[in-house]
């Protein structure tokens, strides 16, 4: 049973200021994320899908608003406290692994490297420990340019779990893979969530990868708009025939001013086309509708 919130992000903003211009990033987020879930964030190119994933690894600072990860402020860690928070809090994927890899070095000298601080013996067991993990045990030896790309992509993996951290980040990490990889991809996220309890969040493009998952929250204009649930009680059950994907139950974000953003297909398919809408409660719904039904009603 998920409970407590890994993630809090409350109102948050970012803006990036250049020399003559100013972009706001984020623009008020609300988004919590459960210990222990796997989630996908989708949203068009530009609506800020990366840049709340930076701002949660500590690899860039946000500029207003809340956010809490494992009980830390991000706005108040200092140089010292951010370092050592990448360090053993947050772990990420890449879409281009070439930013996680050493082409010449083994897969077990890969995964080796962010663990200098601990003891030789045990960073050797720790290492071959995530590569079985990830399924590439067999290939520790292989020098990464040796490997295929999906292959290499679970070194990855295996890499940012190597300082055990609480948190999985991964940012389009099936972008440079086909559909069958990446599918084998998502199954070693799924195995990591379900056997280690790993709290993973996933940045994607990728409608039918982000099916997979148990909650897919859709990000647009820097905002939180839309989300969607997989039922838990039918989650196993389906996962089992292979119907995962189907099980989902769509949800919009309520914020703290009871705004609500409603997905641009649901107001096309009822005709709205200005910036009113008819709303009314019935029988402890809210139902909204376009403002033209009255005047088809009255008249
Ligand atoms: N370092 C930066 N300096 C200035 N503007 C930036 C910077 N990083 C991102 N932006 C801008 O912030 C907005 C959100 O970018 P972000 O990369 O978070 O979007 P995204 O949803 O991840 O897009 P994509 O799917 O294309 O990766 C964009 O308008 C982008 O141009």
Redesign the pocket.
């Known amino acids: 049973m998920l409970s407590e919130d890994i993630i809090i992000c409350e109102n948050l903003v970012k803006i990036?200021k250049?020399k003559d211009?100013e972009?706001l990033?984020l623009q008020g987020l609300e988004l919590n994320i459960a210990v222990g879930e796997l989630m996908a964030i989708i949203?068009?190119?530009?609506?800020?899908?990366?840049?709340?994933l930076n701002m949660v690894g500590g690899l860039d600072r946000p500029s207003a608003g809340k956010l809490t990860v494992d009980g830390r402020d991000l706005f108040k860690l200092n140089e010292k406290e951010l370092v050592e928070y990448k360090r053993n809090t947050v772990g990420f994927v890449w879409q281009n692994n070439a930013r996680n890899l050493i082409p010449y070095l083994s897969a077990w000298q890969n995964v080796r490297l962010p663990m200098r601080f601990t003891n030789g013996k045990r960073q050797k067991d720790r290492a071959l420990e995530l590569l079985e993990m990830v399924g590439m045990g067999h290939r520790k030896d292989s020098r990464l340019s040796q490997l295929s790309g999906g292959e290499q992509q679970r070194i990855a993996i295996a890499i940012a779990l190597a300082n055990n951290p609480k948190i999985l980040l991964a940012d389009?990490p099936t972008g440079s893979v086909d559909t069958k990889t990446g599918n084998y991809i998502l199954d070693v996220f799924r195995e990591l969530n379900k056997n280690l309890g790993l709290t993973i969040v996933i940045?994607t493009?990728d409608r039918m990868l982000s099916k997979k998952v148990s909650r897919v929250v859709a990000?647009r204009d820097?905002k939180t708009s839309s989300e969607m649930v997989i039922k838990q009680s039918y989650a196993d059950k389906l996962d089992a025939i292979g119907m995962f994907e189907e099980a989902h139950n769509e949800y919009a974000v309520l914020d703290k001013a009871g705004r609500v953003q409603i997905p641009r297909e649901f107001l096309e398919n009822i005709g709205i086309k200005g910036n009113r809408v008819r709303m009314e409660l019935e029988n402890g719904r809210i139902v909204i509708g376009s403002p033209e039904e009255d005047s088809v009603k009255n008249g």
Do not use: D, P, R
């Open positions: 990036y250049t211009l972009v990033a949203g068009n190119s530009g609506s800020g899908k990366s840049t709340f389009e940045v493009h990000i820097g």
